[in-house]
């Protein structure tokens, strides 16, 4: 059985799949600065939603850019209010035109996917780019988005690679991801495997699932680093926990192998079994390929072995990485 790596994950292939995921600014402000808002914070945090947005639409319709913030939260997440997102576009309208950063992006995010607006994508970038600029890392990431799938603007990946960067070095998980696979691929950027190494391994230590994998990969054929295969089953592992087919099909052949690991038969048999039952219908071929590397495995196994390695499957809970 020859060792076979899986290709890394947001490569050119996939890249709109995981480029295309905006993100909205989802806290609210907790900052108190006067006894009414302190009161309301005190009513939000105790559950009694009513109450806070009434307080906070007091306070909004006095002009207070913070209120006015919180008051659209709660239209568009329903609470205390019946969701409304035309009312969350018109509170956070009022924020984003006194300069709230925050009001800003997620009015740029509700532009972007026409919640409560008409989809507007030149508005979404006008107000990403106005908080981009006051360094709201959401924003910044979210226009990196707009410039790599040229939605709105000119594709442009040297101006993608500017905005990822900026949210990166605020510890902005998926822009350092999407800053790696920019490094990876020579997009905006000139290609340099170390510096993916280094902001994949970056967003992996935030718990970011591909770039664990995509960690692991480079250190599974070294590139970019030191081949490594221990460090490459440690990222295979933290991925494969959480479900992911390609780093179970991947360490199916380092348990095989014995490379980084000791040889495991029973647990290669596992891992490329649980490959198998993950991948979708629409990936046929990599389920075959991990159903004959299964048998293969099982050519070299008594039933015995067999019986506890298909238990050990059948008995697999996956594991959500705590962020």
């Known amino acids: 059985m020859g ?18 995921t905006l993100l909205l600014s989802v806290s609210m402000v ?32 006095q002009g207070d850019a913070d209120a006015q913030f919180n008051l659209g939260f709660l239209y568009f997440h329903g609470q205390g209010v019946p969701q409304d997102y035309a009312e969350a576009v018109k509170w ?24 409560g607006v008409p989809q507007d994508y030149a508005m979404a970038v006008e107000w990403y780019r106005k908080a981009a600029e006051q360094g709201h890392a959401d924003a910044q990431y979210n226009l990196g ?21 900026k949210a990166a070095k605020q510890g902005y998980a ?11 691929n020579g997009q905006g950027v000139s290609q340099d495997y170390a510096e993916a190494v280094k902001w994949y391994r970056e967003a992996a230590e935030q718990g970011i699932a591909m770039a664990q994998y995509n960690l692991g990969t480079m250190y599974h054929i070294g590139q970019g680093i030191p081949q490594d295969y221990a460090e490459a ?23 095989f192998l014995g490379q980084g690991v000791p040889q495991d038969h029973i647990l290669a048999h596992m891992s490329f079994n ?6 979708p219908a629409a990936e046929e071929k990599r389920r075959e390929r991990a159903v004959r590397n299964r048998d293969r495995v ?21 594991k959500k990485e705590a962020r």
Request: charged letters at 25%; proline letters at 2%.
């Open 92 to 115: 956070y309208r009022r924020a984003a035109e006194q300069g709230k950063a925050a009001a800003q992006s997620n009015l740029g995010f509700l532009y972007n996917v026409g919640q």
């Open 145 to 165: 988005v707009i410039y790599a799938e040229g939605v709105g603007v000119s594709q442009d990946y040297t101006e993608a690679v500017k905005w990822y960067r």
């Open 174 to 184: 998926k822009a350092q991801f999407h800053l790696g696979v920019s490094y990876d």
């Open 233 to 255: 089953v440690k990222w295979y592992r933290r991925v494969a926990a959480q479900g992911d087919a390609d780093a179970q099909f991947n360490l199916g052949f380092l348990y």
């Open 298 to 318: 099982a050519s070299e196994m008594t039933p015995e072995q067999i019986a506890e390695a298909q238990r050990l499957a059948s008995e697999w809970i996956p």
């Open 3 to 20: 060792a076979e790596v899986r290709e890394r994950k947001g490569m050119v292939r996939s890249l709109a799949f995981s480029v295309l």
């Open 30 to 61: 907790f900052t108190a600065h006067s006894e009414p808002f302190e009161d309301a914070l005190d009513a939000y945090l105790r559950g009694d939603y009513g109450e806070a947005s009434r307080l906070f639409k007091t306070m909004a319709e």
């Open 274 to 279: 649980l490959a198998a039952s993950w991948f």
